[in-house]
C-alpha cells in the first residue's frame, strides 16, 4: 500500500490523474472539512451542504485534467464548491433579494463584545443571497469583482447584497441587544 504524504500539490494531483484511490482519498480527506464549512455558510443547511460537499467533490475528480495549476489547488476547489452550492440554492428558489440605487456602506463596526457562536447563527439566519455575498467577501475575502464572477451577477449585485446583509446583520443583533 502506497502512502502519499510528504507529497507536493502536484504529484498529488498527478497521483490522483492515475485513479490512485489512496491520493484520491488523501485529496479529499485534506479538503473535506473547509470546504464542507464553506457549502454550510452558503447553504446555511446541513444537509444541503451535505449535497454540495458530495456534489462539488465529483466535480473536482472529474475535472482534474482541466486543472492547470494557474491557481492553488485548494482556491480551485473552494471555486467548484461555491459554484455548486451557488447552483443548488438557485434550484431551490429565488436567490437574490431585489434591489436598486443602493448607496455603498463603509465597515461595520460589530462591536468586541459578540458571542462567535451568536454571531454565525445570526448570519444563518440571512436570506440566502445575502449570506452567500456576505460569507464569500467578510469570510472568505474575496472581492466584489470575484463574486461577481463566480456568482454571475454584476459587482454592484454583489455591492448591494453585501450592504442590505450588514444592515440585517445589524437588526438581528440590535433586537438581541448586542
Known sequence: MT???????????????KND?????????????AMYT??????????SA????????????????AFRGESTLGAWIKTIVVR???????????????????????????GHHLDAEYLEKAILSLPQGYRTVF???????????E?????????GTSKSQLFYSKKKLREILKGEGY
Open 50 to 65: 451535505n449535497d454540495v460537499l458530495q456534489e462539488a467533490f465529483l466535480k473536482v475528480f472529474r475535472g482534474l485534467p
Open 84 to 110: 455548486t452550492a451557488y447552483s443548488k440554492l438557485r434550484k431551490d428558489k429565488q436567490f437574490f433579494e431585489p434591489v436598486e440605487n443602493i448607496p455603498l456602506a463603509g465597515h461595520v463596526d460589530w
Open 147 to 155: 463574486v461577481a464572477k463566480l456568482l454571475t451577477i454584476s459587482e
Open 21 to 33: 484511490r489512496i491520493a484520491q482519498k488523501e485529496l479529499y480527506e485534506k479538503y473535506k472539512k
Open 135 to 145: 460569507t464569500l467577501i467578510e469570510i472568505e475575502g474575496y472581492s466584489h469583482k
Open 38 to 47: 464553506l457549502s454550510y455558510r452558503v447553504t446555511g443547511d446541513f444537509e
Open 3 to 17: 502512502t502519499h504524504i510528504g507529497m507536493t500539490e502536484t504529484e498529488l494531483v498527478q497521483s490522483c490523474l
